[in-house]
């Protein structure tokens, strides 16, 4: 056995294993986190440049394996990036047994990691494009969940990546076949894959659908710790052609794109009607920082957007456990689309996860004292000076972001008497011992944010 094989072997297996189990929590849990603390650290059993830890087992250590005849090598590029998510995900996991999610939360997130793995040890372009198209089909099913009828997010979320994955393609043969005076045409088929992978805009309405149709969690894994791999994968592929990556057109677009997608999301924010869709156009918001930060280019672009990808990731955690707290457990005011205007005294009624949707949400803004600030901070002072349309329009967009909370929050500290109407499901102890936990871990990072950022300086390194 080789090293790739066991990364894809271990969570397809473990997958089967929990599904069959999935009515068992518990152990469901048990066996997902064992899956990816194995991968963690079996990843991590590599010194840099390749070298095993150890002799022992050198055969399985091998680096190199072939899957349906193509190449498949664990290298250094991706190694911390796999660990980084494998931890993340076995965090989740956890997660689910004091707030749960369906079912099919964990096996269908074992198999997405399957096949977004094998598609970062690819070493065919067209291969890893089909890898990745498989990891969307499933992540389709994972946001669906056990909803039959809810379907309209998955759908679209799915045609997205059929829509992307042509684009890359093309453009991976016109390079394979230096087809150098076809360069704009690239440049424009990866900027259309770019922008429809990273949901920016103009395909960034798809992004509200998901967070109000799935369970809370899933955001986390699907515009998180998934998000990661995909932008890794994208980069793989620009840096391997820097004629592309160093194009001011192409780079110019993506800051375009990006900016664009700051001003949608900053509108729909003030108009939101229900909490899902406000937390989807506050995530849109850091989705605009992200392609903007691309668009920077060189070594600038790859820092900031591996620092705000991972902030991403613990604003969605924060905000989703916090969105989960209002949602499941208020029964009638919250169900439904969870229209804002049935929040009146949620603040008394449901403070701690209100103040972890509400902490999320900021930090998924970039407003200052929250973790995404720091990544908001790094991307403006590297930018360009003086700072461009782009950057003016960042800083406002974490000002809306702000206010659209406020204005949530206002409804909140209504006293309005809604007893009658509302049926307010207990929290259990573990519940608020994790909340509580996992709100002092934001506030913790927020004034030491070099943690955060000397971890994705350590993503973009190998790079």
Known sequence: MTAPFILLLIPIGAATIVYLLRRRQTLAVIIGFLAVLTMALFTGTRRPGGVPVSSVGESILNLRWEFFGQPLILNDEIQATLILVYLGVGFLFILTLPFPQD????????????????????????????LLLIAAAVLAILIQGERPGSTLASVRQLS?????????????????????????????????????????????????????????????????????????????????????????????MLRVSGAATLIAASLFLLTAKSIGRLLGYLLLLDIGATVIALGL????????????????????????????????????S?????????????????????????????SLAGAPLTPGFAGRWALIINSQSPPGLSMVILVISVIV???????????????????????????????????????????????????????????????
Do not use: H
């Open 103 to 130: 079912t099919i939360f964990i096996p269908a997130t074992l198999v997405v990691l399957a096949s977004m793995t094998a598609a970062l040890l690819a070493q065919t372009f067209v291969f890893g494009s089909v």
């Open 160 to 252: 997205l990546a059929v829509l992307a994955v042509p684009f890359l393609l093309i453009a991976g043969w016109m390079i394979d076949t230096v087809q150098a005076q076809f360069l704009s045409s690239i440049i424009f088929l990866l900027f259309g894959a770019i922008v429809i992978l990273m949901v920016a805009f103009p395909f960034q309405l798809w992004v509200s659908s998901t967070v109000v149709e799935s369970r809370p969690l899933v955001p986390a894994v699907t515009y998180g710790l998934i998000a990661l791999l995909v932008t890794v994968f994208l980069l793989n592929v620009l840096i391997a052609n820097p004629v592309v990556f160093g194009n001011s057109q192409f780079l110019t």
């Open 297 to 332: 280019g060189g070594r600038v672009a790859l820092d900031a957007v591996m620092a705000l990808i991972v902030l991403r990731i613990l604003g969605l955690i924060l905000a989703g456990v916090g969105f989960g707290l209002i949602r499941d457990q208020v029964a009638s």
């Open 334 to 362: 919250l169900s439904g689309d969870n229209q804002l205007d049935r929040c009146q005294g949620l603040a008394w009624r449901k403070p701690l996860g209100l103040a972890l949707f509400i902490y999320g949400g900021l």
């Open 401 to 463: 972001g702000v206010v659209g909370l406020l204005r949530f929050l206002a409804k909140t500290l209504s006293k309005k008497d809604t007893g009658s109407e509302v049926e307010i499901s207990p929290e259990s102890n573990a519940s608020r011992i994790v909340a509580s936990g996992l709100l002092f871990l934001g506030i913790l990072l927020a004034f030491f944010p070099q943690l955060i950022l000397s971890l994705s300086r350590m993503l973009a390194n190998p790079f």
